[in-house]
């Protein structure tokens, strides 16, 4: 049942997204069917009509206007395949990609950000994308069966007016044939999940030769090995996949031989047989050869269509639940509406235990209060819970217990609240393949047309640079669209990356390793800018760094280890406790201490 | 035309060694030949049958004409059907193999061209356009189904005007007429087809640009923070729509094209057949002339149809031709195997000498090193420094000669580096600022950088302990051997500083090493392991090692016993930190602009 209900949804929002060109489609199709089992029993009545008239000594002129009406329907028939043809390839795609694409954009809104750190949901999020998209394709197998159904009892009616003694043949020959789909979808379904980790590595070598891959790849001197890697897989995928579809055509083998030999002989033995006994005109010895020819590869289309719509099926099925999953999902969230209290602290956190597996915790316990205008050095060791505490206060995660307020409300309530509170500039930035203005103007989308407020940012972050040498600040960053645009470097997007988050600064901005791609001077340049920024605006910082140098500066320094907060203070009272943020400091110290300091 | 040779010869050579694939071509090759001259024959015989059959009915003597209509019609079902079964699957493996030699042929040439294709944008596109369809043309051409249906074309053409010539030359030639404008259709047709792409390229390009951003996993969460995606999405739909009304507009051409055809064919169909039964109500000919004309000019609309794709190929075939002959074309600037026989032992000392050198990446007038020189002793131990962009990584690329430098030369041992490039890829190990992501085990990782030796566990332990990442590997039942990344099932990830820890590991590995690079080994680095990492490189490194460091953080590289300065591609300082540091340039600035943050 279940399975009906999901063939039934995947059906009509194939539908949806085009339903006039479908519709259009099908009476092309039937149009198309239609005409030619008619032109081909209209050609079979005129050489019946040219024998008699032969017989009869009559007048050519008596068959002129239906040869006439023959041409002028197979100009129909041509032009509907025509049409067809276009209409599958060209047409459809291109009308149903807009609404597929914009049906898996509005279930990606659905989406909660954590589920993309899942490897697991992540596979079923690709799967699911290709079975939407590949559902107009499922409408269109659907449709095919459809017609050529109805196409075969079409040529079975018209046969029938003939002799009935051919309509039993050719269902009899279907029904043969229809019992070889099932162990023909088996096989290809076999041989589709066999040959995928082949293909995964294979695809994966490739990139070997591309790119900085390929300056190891030469480097390491790895060329031989990986060609001979990738052809073997290569290699092994098309065997697999040639003897699946041997197996295939070795099954069918007695099929074709039965379709194609012995059933036209047998069906054109009778015809002559009947033609012999003056049942049948001898014009339709053309119809029955014709018809039957046309009804035999109909009926093999239909089985390997079927075969096909099983495997589609399944897919369908998957699709169905997924897309159930994530709106029941979606549902729960953006239902408190909350309210902005101005004498709640910034961020205030309590308690907090966090795990993304049950038996790992990440975070024990973490507590932490920041004022309003409050600056916040975050400091730890690589995989200390930085990143994750970070997640937390976004509402990305939320906590296993505990809680994390955001001006007083529910971090992980309200995405929305969030979004206008809280900027970040993430040490993973993004490097956005548009133009400059777009780069920054994300920033805050209401302002991508202030070209002002943007250069602003660009000279506040050191990026001036980038737009004297774009000099246009609609020029394309890299080139994977447009040839003529610039390369910058690592440095340089990180610069464009803080210019982004100046102009979508919020009440909060949190810094996640800002000045990591930056030399020497740029760095403190870059530091002594944010905190300014903070200070001047009122805004909450919170800066995440492995410099302890620079973290001095902050009101406050909170350090993490191991997932827990383990010391917190400004800097003179962290030097005075004599602890972890000491050590840290002092083995960063000694890297610049003078000689006689060391003494 | 000459390219259709071309590329035949290269897929040829693709598959020169597997003579079984060549057995398979010439299969193809007769199957397809054969199956154009069934198609060609049916009429004949539908024709034979009805005679027979009307010559029975008469009662005149046409039994022979009957059976042999009879027994050519089941015979050519039979090649038909041979064909349709197996003609898919012989072409599935020929093609596989072709596209197999043709791209380790491709991927070889990859790695042997100058690094800097890579830097060149132009070129590169081009490069990732061969690799993707260069081999399907090669398949296209040599198992014959681009040709065969231009010959197969051909061959109808002359068959069935020669078949109907013997009816009467009169309905030959209005049947070819008739035709003649859908040949001419589908040329245009494929002309069009080329010119609508490339139009459409650019527009196409920008809407799948933004489209792949809102669904690639590492732009999502800013993204979604930042409430992107309504934006993104209104520009996507933008250019899609411009994309398909350009579409649009050339289907509605080509339908008008189709319409036209179909009417210039069938009217001359239609004048064929009068003209047929015309002739056979005078008794000129027989009645099964009917089922022949009205077959043959069937046929010859359809196979005028199937040029279409024929011809696209022919003129897009030609564009990729040049391509892959432009990338095979190019100069090979990497080591051969047989130089690593001349040359087993090279203990001679490693210096390195940059004469002059001059450097700038293609397309860009900038210099980014600009007549630079230095000399760097064997056993030394140095550091770079310098702004963002001053040129210190493409140094690094300049000695490991993935650039060739614009003027100047670059000496190693006194040899000029082009000569000693075997030498060069065995002896320097270099650890770079973009250093890739092996989604292999963690020995596979580390160790790749030699595989000209083998390595026990204890000497890769070794070098992971160096690193740090010993308790990260010990956290997993199968150490050394557990997975990385999404590849392979039950791969583990890593974060940024422990991938970091692992290409370092990978620098420290091979034995011959004598000179070490390591490009900003550290930036994503917690102070603590980087001064662990700091420490244990200088304490790994031989006395007669060459030390080459690259780094933002000055305070690292103190006790170096050369600090070089980089400013817009020149080296304006060389010494000593204390050197440099009484000189009161740029890297006393530098270095303040950090330790001021450490003074108590």
New interface residues.
């Given amino acids: 049942m279940k399975n009906v209900k999901s063939i039934l949804w995947s059906l009509k929002i194939g539908f949806h997204h085009a339903p006039i060109s479908f519709i259009f489609f099908i009476l092309t199709q039937i149009i198309r069917s239609t005409l030619v089992v008619y032109t081909t029993v209209l ?1 079979g009545d ?2 019946s009509e ?2 008699s ?2 017989a009869d000594k009559g007048e ?1 002129s008596q ?2 206007p239906t ?2 009406l ?3 329907l ?2 129909v028939v ?2 509907a395949v ?2 067809q043809w ?1 209409f599958k390839d ?2 459809l795609p ?2 149903t ?2 609404g597929t ?2 049906m ?2 509005k279930v ?2 659905y989406i909660p ?1 954590r589920k ?1 750190d899942d ?1 697991v949901f ?1 596979d079923q999020y690709d799967r699911f ?1 290709d079975g939407i998209r590949s559902q107009p394709r499922f409408l269109l197998t659907w449709i095919s069966i459809g017609t050529t159904i109805y196409s075969l009892i079409l040529s079975c009616i018209a046969l029938a007016e003939l002799h009935f003694s051919f309509v039993i043949l050719l269902v009899l020959f279907f029904i043969i044939e229809m019992l070889s789909v099932k162990s023909h979808s088996e096989i290809q379904n076999n041989v589709r999940k066999e040959i995928t980790p082949f293909n ?2 294979a695809d ?1 070598l ?1 990139t070997m ?19 001979d890697q ?2 073997y897989n ?2 092994t ?2 065997e697999k ?2 003897s699946g ?2 197996k295939i ?1 070795n099954t ?2 007695r099929l ?2 039965l ?3 012995l059933c ?2 047998v069906i ?2 009778m015809a ?1 047989f009947l ?2 006994r003056g049942v049948v005109p ?1 014009g339709s ?2 119809t029955i ?1 014709q018809l039957s020819r046309t009804t035999l590869s109909n009926s093999a289309d239909t089985t390997n269509r079927i075969a096909d719509c099983i495997v589609q099926c399944k897919h369908a099925k998957e699709t169905y639940d997924f897309y159930i999953d994530i709106k029941k999902n979606s549902s729960i969230n953006n239902t408190i509406i909350p309210l902005a209290d101005n004498t709640a602290p910034a961020l205030f956190v309590k308690d907090v235990d966090f795990s993304y597996l049950p038996e790992k915790k990440v975070l024990h316990s973490i507590s932490l209060d920041v004022r309003k205008g409050e600056i916040i050095a975050l400091l ?5 819970g930085k990143s994750t505490l970070i997640k937390l206060l ?1 509402g ?1 995660y939320t906590p296993n217990s505990g809680v994390v307020l955001v001006f007083g409300n529910d971090a992980g309530a309200n ?1 929305e609240y ?2 206008n509170h809280i900027s ?1 500039a ?5 490097c ?3 133009s400059l203005r777009e780069n920054v103007g ?2 805050n ?1 209401s302002e ?1 047309s202030k070209d002002n407020n943007i250069i602003d940012c660009l000279k506040f972050a050191q990026a001036d640079e980038i737009l004297n040498r774009a000099k246009n600040i609609d020029r394309m960053l890299g ?5 003529e645009g610039i ?1 910058l ?4 997007w990180q610069r464009l990356a803080l210019a982004r988050a100046y102009l ?1 600064a919020k009440d909060i901005m949190i810094f996640d390793e800002p000045a ?9 340049k870059q530091f002594a800018n944010i905190i300014q920024y903070a200070k001047t605006h009122g805004k909450t910082l919170i800066l995440v760094s ?5 973290a ?1 500066m902050a009101d406050k320094i909170v350090l993490l280890k191991e997932g827990r907060i383990i010391e917190s203070g400004n800097h003179s009272q962290l ?1 005075k406790a004599n602890g972890e943020y000491k050590r ?2 002092d ?7 003078t000689k006689e300091d060391v003494k | 035309m000459s390219h259709i040779i071309c590329i035949m010869k290269d897929a040829m050579n693709a598959v020169k060694n597997r003579k079984k694939i060549l057995g398979t071509v010439c299969l193809l090759w007769l199957l397809t030949l054969s199956y154009y001259v069934v198609r060609m024959m049916t009429p004949l015989l ?1 024709s034979a ?2 005679d027979g ?2 010559g ?2 008469n009662n005149t003597n046409s039994n022979l004409l ?1 059976i042999i209509g ?1 027994i050519g ?2 015979i050519s ?2 090649i ?3 064909y ?3 003609w ?2 012989l072409f ?2 020929a093609s ?2 072709i ?2 030699g043709i ?2 042929k ?3 040439k ?3 061209v100058p ?1 800097s294709v ?1 830097n060149s ?2 070129i590169y ?1 081009k490069i ?1 356009l061969v ?1 993707e369809k260069y081999s399907k043309y090669c398949s296209g051409f040599l198992a014959g189904r681009t040709l065969s249906s231009l010959i197969g074309t051909f061959i109808s053409f002359v068959f069935t005007t020669i078949v109907l010539i013997n009816v009467d030359p009169l309905i030959a030639f209005v049947v070819v007429c008739g035709n003649f404008f859908g040949i001419f259709k589908t040329w245009l047709e494929a002309k069009l087809n080329y010119y609508s792409t490339v139009e459409k390229m ?1 527009e196409r ?2 809407a799948d ?3 792949s ?3 690639d ?13 309504d ?1 993104i ?1 209104k520009k ?2 933008e250019y ?2 411009r ?2 009304r350009k ?2 507009n050339y ?1 509605v051409l ?2 008008l094209l ?2 036209t055809t ?2 210039i ?3 001359f ?2 004048i064929s ?2 003209l047929t ?2 002739m ?2 005078n008794g000129e000919t027989s ?1 099964g002339s ?2 022949l004309v ?1 077959s043959s000019s069937g046929a010859l ?1 359809d196979t005028s149809g199937s040029l279409f794709g024929a011809f696209r190929e022919l003129s897009s075939s030609s564009y990729y031709h040049s391509l892959y002959r432009d990338l095979m074309s190019m100069p090979n600037v ?1 080591p051969n195997k047989s130089e690593a026989n001349c040359e087993k032992k090279s203990d001679v000392s490693f210096d390195i000498l940059f004469d002059h050198v001059d450097f700038s990446y293609e397309g860009s007038e900038n210099k980014i090193i600009d007549d630079l020189c230095l000399n760097i002793k064997q056993g030394e131990k140095i550091a770079i ?6 040129g210190k990584t493409t140094l690094v690329a300049l000695l ?1 000669r ?1 650039y060739v430098p614009n003027k100047g030369e670059i000496f190693i041992s006194g040899k000029s580096q082009a000569d000693n490039l075997f030498g060069l ?1 065995r002896c320097v190990s ?1 650890v ?5 992501k092996y ?1 292999t085990s963690f020995r596979e990782n580390i160790i ?5 030796q083998h390595y026990s566990d204890e000497e890769v332990m070794m070098c992971v302990r160096k690193t740090g990442l010993e308790n990260k590997i010990h956290e997993f039942e199968s150490g050394l051997d557990t997975p990385i990344g ?2 392979v099932p039950g791969g583990i990830n890593l ?4 991938w970091q820890k692992l290409a370092i590991t990978r620098g420290l590995i091979p034995k011959d090493t004598k000179v070490l690079i390591m490009d900003e080994p550290n ?9 662990t990492v700091y420490k244990q490189v200088f304490d790994a490194v031989k006395e007669d090692q060459t030390l080459i460091l690259i780094t ?5 590289i ?1 006790h170096v016993d050369r600090i070089i300065v980089m400013d817009h591609g020149r080296i304006i300082e060389d010494g000593s930190h204390d050197n440099l540091m009484e000189q009161k340039g740029k890297y006393f ?3 303040n ?3 001021k ?2 003074e ?1």
């Fill in positions: 050609l005129i050489i040219v024998q008239i032969l050519l068959i002129i040869l006439i023959y041409g002028a197979n100009v041509w032009l025509e049409i276009r060209d047409y291109i009308r990609s807009v694409s914009k898996l954009i990606s809104k950000l993309y490897a992540c994308q995964r590595l994966y490739q030769f591309f790119g900085v891959y390929n300056r190891d790849t030469r480097l390491y001197g790895l060329k031989d090995q990986y060609i990738w052809a290569k290699r995928v098309s996949s040639v579809n041997t055509s069918k083998g074709y031989f379709q194609n030999g036209p002989l054109i033995g002559l033609i012999m001898i010895i053309y050869w730890g060791e690589n995989g200390s976004l990305i995405e969030i979004r970040v993430f040490q993973d930035f993004c956005y393949p548009f994300f920033g989308i991508i080139r994977s669209i447009d040839n390369e470097s690592g440095g340089e979508g990591a791609k930056l030399d020497p001077l740029a760095e403190e492995h410099r302890v140098g620079f001095r030097m840290m400091f083995s960063q110290r000694e890297m610049y201490a | 539908q049958l009805l059959a009307v029975v009915l009957l009879f019609l089941f079902e039979g038909l059907a041979l349709s079964s197996k898919g699957i599935e493996k596989n193999e596209h197999i791209q380790s491709i991927f070889d990859l790695c042997k690094y890579f944008p132009q596109e990732e690799s650019k390009r920008y640009t933004y489209k951003a809102l669904f996993r590492n732009m999502i969460k800013e993204i979604k923070l930042l409430g992107l995606t934006y999405e996507w739909y899609t729509v994309v398909n579409t649009m289907n080509f339908l189709d319409l179909y009417l064919a069938n009217a169909t239609v057949l009068i039964a015309k056979i109500l009645i009917f089922i009205y609309i990497e420094v310098g702004e963002n962009g001053c490991n993935l890829r270099t770079f600022q973009d250093f890739g989604e790749m950088s030699d595989k000209s999404r590849f974060s940024g500083g422990e930036s994503a680095l917690d102070p603590i392991s980087e001064a933002h953080r000055l305070g690292a103190r600035e530098m270095y602009a950090q330790a943050w450490y108590v």
